[in-house]
């Protein structure tokens, strides 16, 4: 079982930058990979980016790609997501889930455990 929190999250103007980060219980966190989603108010939950089990694999949506870098720091059990220069279309709550597979995937249903999220706001 693995228990996920989301912090970081805040308000920033447009243009800023932002940590995210996500602190996991367990003792089998660096077998997993993990992934960052959002979901802005009135629509769907949207992949963000993943890496895989060692961290040597890394995914983006197009929509951060580019301005956003996540990494993992296993001795800590904590994964982080870097974005830069913030649209308010980057105005969501933000969640990090871990697949027990450790392979990095996009798409949310393979995820096994997901934190309760923070919110991001960036105002224009």
């Known amino acids: 079982q693995v228990q996920l929190v989301e912090s970081g999250g805040g308000l920033v103007q447009a243009g800023g930058s932002l940590k995210l980060s996500c602190a996991a219980s367990?003792?089998?966190?660096?077998?997993?990979?993990i992934g960052w989603f959002r979901q802005a108010s009135g629509k769907e939950r949207e992949f963000v980016a993943a890496?895989?089990?060692?961290?040597?694999?890394?995914y983006y949506a197009d929509a951060v790609k580019g301005r956003s870098t996540i990494s993992r720091d296993d001795p800590k059990n904590s994964v982080y997501l870097h974005m830069n220069n913030l649209k308010p279309e980057d105005t969501a709550v933000y969640y990090c889930?871990?697949?027990?597979?450790?392979?990095?995937?996009?798409?949310?249903?393979?995820?096994?455990?997901w934190g309760p999220g923070t919110q991001v706001t960036v105002s224009s």
């Open positions: 367990g003792r089998t966190f660096s077998s997993k990979s």
């Open positions: 890496v895989n089990w060692s961290g040597g694999r890394t």
């Open positions: 889930a871990a697949d027990d597979s450790g392979v990095a995937t996009t798409e949310a249903q393979r995820y096994d455990y």
